[in-house]
């Protein structure tokens, strides 16, 4: 176990640094070509940060570890809005351009959406992860004709994400982070497989859950620390557009690729369908209200988020081991969470009420 626990680990950090090396090399690639910082950012860069998710499904899919695969994204997902969002806004209140509750948020959720009922019949075929693929293919070359029309503000904020250097100037150098990227990416992403089923396999839980906490978790790594820099910065657009941007590119380009190169299509298994899909679509629509009404995410809706992270977490682990106490965690997350819910979203239209004739006067 020591061992596979190093394994895990490097492989982990092999992950976060292939990613880091792919998004420089590809971003300062794409700019010698001419793109703008903008394009990059909404694309390379937000999909970049999503490679470790990519490497570790196909890795998983092509070893015949479908429900790592599936757990992996779902898991991501989930972990993005709770977790990610959770954390950015108790460093600062985050506040949401329009465009991205708008557009960007919408996307998602009809993404979630469109994922789970493909899965509702236990198999993603290779005809529906064909269309995912077509989806994300259409979807950037949508972000790269809306981005001519962006401001100029919104072009400056994203330009701050680009990486510059003077040692990495020449497109020689760009191609070697990439191939040097890619390959770190490869290698970590079996690493890391190969140590998360001896988890499972040890610990006595399905695949499944490995991969909707260890695995999903760890490959967000990427995304953690953008949307945390990000906030910290005070680049509003940055911290909240990667997390929504990585979650519409995990289901489209993610499950769309792994469909692809699984033998007879992705299977999804009944413990997935019954729970942890619906988490992920549940998860998608509690950003709308809370950004509708606020046009933010207050350091108390962070709280709320990360309760309910820890909440998720907490009954994955019971259900695994078959808790006794499940039926009673069950039935206080029915009693609590859902009427916690409904007074985080009527606070949040007071809230707006109360602020909208103020910000008329201002």
Not at 4 to 25: D, K, M, N, S, W
Not at 190 to 213: Q, Y
Not at 229 to 235: E, H
Request: one cysteine or more; proline letters at 3%; charged letters at 10%.
């Amino acid at each position: 176990m020591i061992t596979q626990a190093l394994l895990f680990a490097l492989g982990l950090v092999t992950l976060v640094i292939g990613a880091e090396a792919l998004v420089r090399g590809a971003s300062r690639l794409a700019i010698s070509f001419g793109v703008s910082p903008l394009v990059v950012g909404l694309t390379v860069v937000a999909f970049g940060t999503s490679a470790p998710e990519m490497a570790v499904s196909l890795g998983a899919a092509l070893d015949g570890k479908p429900d790592l695969a599936i757990g992996n994204v779902v898991g991501s997902n989930i972990a993005n809005v709770l977790l990610i969002l959770g954390v950015s806004a108790l460093i600062a209140p985050l506040l949401v351009a329009e465009q991205i509750i708008r557009q960007e948020i919408p996307i998602m959720i009809g993404a979630s959406v469109l994922m789970v009922a493909m899965a509702l019949d236990g198999m993603i075929g290779r005809v529906e992860s064909g269309l995912l693929v077509v989806l994300v293919i259409g979807y950037t070359v949508f972000l790269i004709r809306q981005s001519r029309r962006a401001s100029k503000e919104t072009m400056d904020e994203f330009a701050t994400e680009i990486p510059t250097s003077s040692w990495d100037r020449h497109w020689s150098v760009q191609l070697l982070l990439v191939a040097i990227g890619l390959a770190m990416l490869v290698l970590g992403a079996d690493w890391l497989v190969t140590a998360a089923v001896t988890f499972a396999r040890a610990l006595g839980v399905s695949e499944l859950v490995i991969g909707l906490t260890i695995v999903a978790v760890g490959t967000s790594m990427p995304e953690i620390a953008t949307s945390i820099v990000a906030a910290v910065r005070g680049q509003r657009d940055i911290a909240v557009g990667n997390v929504v941007g990585s979650n519409v590119f995990n289901i489209f380009a993610c499950i769309g690729a792994t469909g692809l190169v699984a033998s007879g299509g992705l299977p999804v298994s009944e413990a997935a369908r019954n729970f942890d899909l619906w988490v992920m679509l549940a998860v998608a629509f509690a950003c709308l209200p809370i950004l509708m009404t606020g046009r933010e995410i207050a350091r108390w809706e962070g709280v709320v988020f990360l309760g309910y992270y820890a909440a998720y977490l907490a009954y994955l682990i019971l259900a695994a081991q078959r808790h006794e106490s499940l039926p009673a965690f069950s039935a206080a997350m029915l009693s609590y969470v859902i009427p916690l819910t409904v007074i985080t979203v009527v606070v949040s239209v007071v809230r707006h009420q109360t602020m909208a004739p103020e910000s008329r006067r201002s």
